[in-house]
């Protein structure tokens, strides 16, 4: 598509819930990531996909994050048993591989009541 | 450690007046450097970035920033500010090879006065 997508743009879950936040890159970016947006903070580093397989999850949380993209083009970022530390506003971002810049979408909002 | 500071969490300027969002960043190497601003609900959106050559980088909408290497600086500045450019301003430091994993300042909030 021309841009990241990535839906819901709001979700809101129950404290326990799982969830799952969807990205759509732009066709043809192999680098994929998600950050995470806490209110007041800027964007941080959470997973990073080349192609199919996460080339650096070293700012996933804990294991209850959890993302994949089995075809290379589509992220799903999996939450188990939310808590309400989780509430952020979930940023993925797509590249040509290249490291010329992000193209970022414009978010998910999750909070977690 | 690798981090980057955004000193002033908010400013306000009038409309017409000049503007500079200062940014320091501490990292092994000279990094790539990037600017973003970001909209009340928006995403980020790429303003410029450095990666080598010109210190002097251009960038949309008018704005500019320049690298001084022995200062670790890469601020923003722009001759004439807009009511439009009122939103949040993110600079960003990233490694030249690998993961391409970017380190971002936690923001600068710019007012516009009409």
């Known amino acids: 598509g021309a841009g990241v997508s990535q839906t819901p743009s709001n979700k809101v879950t129950e404290k326990g819930k799982y969830v799952e936040l969807r990205c759509d890159p732009i066709s043809g970016h192999t680098a994929l990531y998600w950050y995470r947006q806490s209110l007041g903070q800027g964007p941080e580093f959470l997973i990073y996909f080349q192609g199919t397989g996460a080339a650096d999850d070293s700012g996933l949380p804990n294991d209850r994050f959890f993302a994949v993209r089995p075809e290379g083009s589509v992220s799903t970022l999996k939450i188990q048993r939310t808590e309400r530390g989780d509430s952020a506003v979930y940023l993925c971002?797509?590249?040509?591989?290249?490291?010329?810049?992000?193209?970022f979408g414009s978010g998910t909002r999750l909070t977690v009541v | 450690a690798q981090s980057v500071t955004q000193p002033d969490i908010h400013i306000t300027v009038s409309e017409g007046a000049s503007l500079e969002l200062r940014c320091n960043y501490s990292y092994g190497a000279t990094p790539y450097l990037f600017w973003y601003v970001q909209s009340p609900g928006q995403g980020l959106q790429l303003l410029l970035k450095y990666f080598s050559g010109d210190t002097l980088v251009q960038g949309i909408k008018g704005f500019e920033a320049e690298f001084k290497r022995s200062q670790s600086s890469f601020n923003l500045r722009k001759p004439s500010v807009h009511w439009s450019d009122a939103a949040e301003y993110f600079c960003a430091v990233g490694p030249t090879s690998g993961t391409y994993k970017y380190i971002f300042g936690t923001g600068t909030r710019l007012k516009v006065l009409a």
């Open positions: 971002a797509s590249s040509p591989g290249t490291g010329d810049g992000y193209t």
